[in-house]
């Protein structure tokens, strides 16, 4: 081995310490044979396999082409390039794709079905059909309880001005304000008799034309009640014959819990209908919204009655 193969080895030996490595060129110079660079690759492996890369591609360069396949492989690039024209955007560097959320439809919800009633018991049905044909199912109780005026032979109507005014019928106050016709310039004591015509409530001389009872009275209970007028050295009593006494009955326990128990305005004025309290059952038949034919019907029957209680058949 010569001096020069030594320096050489010594060299790539201290390049291989160093870690140092080839350049491309001076790669490119030992594959062409233009240098030696053995005795580093001998010692760099990472030197020695760039070397044989570029060894192995200069051989397939070298492979002799045929005359055809230039200008093929050159239609094929155009093909590709003219496609890639066509499908990518103009602006390649930065393509953004955006999309429009958009808001979902309005849905309006339907209105909600207003709350039917709830349907009425079979015993308060048939009270509304009555009604709705006009019969009042309490008739015979308000005929009992106001009975017509007895008349005799040439009498003309009562010419005394004093007249009682209520309670008269069913009601439903334990305590009922007793009320007339006054006058100024004259007293007025009312009594109260039960059914045997025991006086059970008395009150003291009023100028007023009104007057309610210290104790409650009986529930279920009939009572009659008159007034005496004094005027001067003038005593007048109403009523007197040939007009009715004044009856009143006092609704039961019952009834008035059925009352306190129904659920629509239409059922308090069934049973008020029932029982002969026409005066609540007009006010609560008044609030049924959206009435039915045969609640305005039945309507109609009581404010027929309630303008004739003394009457067992409708009015004509």
């Known amino acids: 081995m010569t001096d020069a193969h030594h320096a050489r080895g010594a060299e790539a030996w201290r390049e291989a310490i160093r870690g140092e490595h080839l350049t491309y060129e001076e790669l490119e110079a030992h594959v062409d044979g233009r240098t030696d660079a053995s005795a580093h690759l001998a010692l760099c492996p990472q030197c020695a396999a760039e070397a044989d890369d570029l060894g192995a591609a200069a051989e397939e360069w070298s492979t002799p082409v045929t005359w ?11 093909a590709v390039l003219g496609t890639l024209l066509l499908i990518a955007p103009r602006d390649a560097t930065h393509v953004v794709v955006t999309t429009t959320a958009s808001s979902p439809p309005v849905v309006t919800p339907p209105a909600p079905a207003p709350p039917q009633p709830p349907p009425l018991e079979a015993k308060l049905a048939i009270v509304l059909e009555q009604l709705a044909n006009g019969v009042l199912p309490s008739a015979a109780l308000l005929a009992d309880l106001r009975p017509p005026m007895e008349r005799t032979r040439g009498e003309n109507a009562d010419p005394a001005s004093l007249r009682i005014v209520a309670p008269i019928g069913v009601i439903e106050e334990m305590r009922p304000r007793f009320r ?36 409650a009275l009986q529930r279920g209970a009939t009572y009659a009640w008159q007034v005496t007028e004094t005027r001067g050295e003038t005593t007048i009593t109403a009523p007197t014959p040939p007009r009715p006494p004044a009856r009143f009955r006092i609704l039961g326990d019952e009834a008035a819990n059925e009352i306190a128990a129904a659920r629509t305005p239409l059922e308090r004025a069934l049973i008020c209908a029932r029982e002969g309290v026409l005066d609540r059952a007009l ?34």
Do not use: C, H
């Open 283 to 316: 006010d609560e038949i008044d609030n049924v919204r959206e009435p039915s034919p045969a609640v305005l019907r039945a309507k109609e029957t009581l404010r027929r009655y309630q303008l004739a209680p003394t009457t067992a058949k409708p009015p004509q």
């Open 180 to 215: 007339w016709t006054a006058r100024d310039g004259a007293t007025y004591v009312i009594e109260v008799f039960d059914a045997s015509y025991r006086s059970v409530a008395k009150s003291e001389a009023l100028r007023d034309g009104e007057w309610q009872p210290k104790s």
């Open 68 to 78: 055809w396949s230039w200008p093929a492989a050159a239609a094929i690039a155009m």
